[in-house]
């Protein structure tokens, strides 16, 4: 029992400094992963006007309006790498945070579960799961079933995912439409 | 002492490593449940039944992205009168979760044993049946919760784990119809012989999961002692195992799943009443979303399925039944059912036994 509670004592404090990021602070650290360790991260906002509010329902069946924070990467020399979209969607208790990291030409980077709230799953964080977005650039190819393979025991977060990502995809196109990229 | 040194360890444990956390987003109550709904009508002289088996609120509060309490209140068979025919209203789960990593959680409370498909995840909305498997039921005694504290996290990306210790169950329920009504389930519970449980979970591709999962508790006679004159009030003592393997296997729009379960109860003669030292069951499903062959556009699901069960019990022949149905999903949280069971070799003289050659079952469920 004693080497055991030491063991407890032991880890607690090895573990006690190392501080938690905040959600915008974690949102950058996955677009330096996936973008370039050096590459700088600005927010802009992408304003839904009604015409494609209908136009992102008709695509993922949700509506979304008001304002969306766009994150935009550049590296030193100023160049657009990417960038990344950050959204909650409702897992079976809590909701899950993730984003969604797009290229210029219009393509999933990757994602990235950036607060899992759940004991149960947090298999959508793994990679072998999130893997199967990347490079898809039709929205419509994103769907469970038919395009994605969603994890077995693991259907609800898989969908939730797998939805919020077609709709993080379809805002994105709208933002190159507006920024004619 | 020790179960208090234990508990002294964790929390200092716990106070540790929140000390420099932070509380990241603002805290948020959530409110959810299931319920089900069923007509089931066996074949033969009795006449059928309407109920409401399970309606279920979900009740959680996330403190911060460590800390939340997780809980689930429900009503069994639609009301709780005193004297009149009904149901039960208890708490099925209630929990303090502590999700320190992807690696490392703890909970503690009222816990879900780790066993099987079902036990751990049992809203209507995620099996195709009308009824829940017999297996689930009969063999693993689903809902099983009990009060304890648990670790559980992932191993890299391909394993899960979870691990228990909780109150063990109490013999003095045990009886040739199993092990079920010897769940303590956290009501003024005897924590004298503790279960221990643990679950693994391995996910070598994102449509199969196959877990492994094992119950163990030294003595479940704790509150028992031998009645007969020789050996009058002398303890009796009587292990538990009950192991469990599971798979699940989704390739595309075909589901298949199955699962494998075992009760091992010791000195089963020095227990008073009958149990039966050795109790199996297995299943195995298989369906397929014929909505993707019918319509492109639509998100909804139609699964017909087909599971066949069998069950060995004692003494008695293996009872087995064959359950062939569809269930509907219209939209996510909805489900509509429709089912036939075939029951074989069913002892209609055997306690607990059901009697019914057939059984019709239609079912509505949700969960949000």
């Known amino acids: 029992m004693r080497p055991f509670i030491a063991a407890l004592l032991l880890i607690g404090s090895l573990t006690a400094s190392a501080s938690a990021q905040s959600v915008p602070e974690k949102a950058v650290s996955a677009m330096h992963r996936v973008f370039g360790e050096s590459s700088l991260v600005q927010t802009y906002s992408l304003v839904i006007d009604s015409a494609e509010s209908a136009d992102v329902l008709d695509v993922t069946g949700e509506t979304v309006s008001g304002r969306v924070n766009i994150r935009e990467a550049s590296d030193e020399m100023g160049t657009v790498i990417g960038y990344g979209i950050v959204d909650d969607v409702p897992g079976k208790e809590q909701p899950i945070t993730y984003i969604a990291m797009m290229k210029r030409d219009g393509s999933i980077a990757d994602i990235e579960v950036l607060v899992y709230r759940e004991s149960y799953g947090g298999e959508v964080g793994y990679d072998q799961f999130r893997s199967q977005f990347r490079g898809k650039s039709n929205p419509r190819d994103i769907r469970v079933g038919r395009g994605i393979q969603s994890i077995a025991g693991a259907t609800i977060s898989s969908k939730a995912i797998t939805n919020g990502a077609k709709k993080l995809l379809t805002l994105f196109q709208l933002w190159r439409k507006e920024r004619k990229l | 002492m020790k179960f208090f040194l234990l508990l002294l360890a964790t929390l200092s444990f716990l106070f540790l490593t929140t000390y420099n956390a932070t509380a990241q987003e603002a805290s948020a109550t959530h409110v959810g449940g299931y319920g089900e709904m069923t007509y089931t ?294 489900i509509v059912k429709l089912d036939y069971e075939w029951s074989m070799n069913i002892p209609t003289t055997s306690p607990g036994a059901k009697t019914r050659d057939g059984l019709f079952g239609f079912g509505l469920g949700f969960s949000f």
Do not use: C
């Not at chain 2, 809980?71 to 025919?85: D, F, K, L, N, W």
């Not at chain 2, 703890?106 to 066993?115: E, K, V, Y």
């Not at chain 2, 397929?288 to 069960?309: H, T």
């Open chain 2, 41 to 334: 009508d066996p074949d033969g002289l009795t006449p059928g039944r309407l109920d409401i088996p399970r309606f279920v609120i979900f009740l959680s509060h996330q403190f911060s992205d460590k800390w939340s309490v997780k809980s689930e209140t429900e009503i069994e068979h639609v009301r709780v009168e005193p004297g009149a025919p009904g149901g039960e209203l208890e708490v099925e789960q209630a929990f303090l979760d502590f999700h320190y990593s992807k690696g490392f959680g703890l909970r503690g409370g009222l816990i879900l044993i780790p066993a099987g498909i079902i036990n751990q995840t049992h809203e209507p909305t995620t099996f195709l049946s009308v009824e829940r498997p017999h297996v689930d039921l009969d063999v693993i005694p689903s809902t099983w919760r009990e009060l304890g504290i648990g670790a559980y996290g992932d191993i890299g990306e391909h394993v899960k784990y979870q691990a228990e210790v909780t109150e063990g169950l109490n013999a003095a329920g045990f009886s040739t119809a199993g092990i079920s009504e010897g769940r303590q389930e956290g009501v003024f519970s005897n924590p004298t012989s503790p279960g221990i449980s643990a679950k693994l979970d391995f996910l070598p591709s994102n449509g199969l999961r196959i877990g492994a999962s094992f119950y163990y508790q030294t003595n479940t006679a704790t509150a028992l002692s031998f009645q007969d004159s020789a050996r009058l009030g002398q303890p009796i003592s009587s292990s538990l195992v009950v192991a469990a393997l599971d798979v699940r296997y989704d390739i595309g729009n075909a589901h298949l799943r199955g699962e494998i379960a075992l009760d091992n109860v010791s000195h089963t003669s020095d227990l008073p009443q009958g149990v039966y030292s050795h109790v199996s069951g297995e299943y195995a499903e298989a369906s397929y979303n014929v909505m993707s062959l019918i319509s492109d556009a639509s998100d909804a699901e139609l699964l017909p399925f087909v599971r066949y069960e069998v069950e060995s019990r004692g003494p008695i022949l293996n009872p087995s039944w064959l359950i062939a149905g569809a269930a509907l999903r219209p939209v996510d949280g909805v």
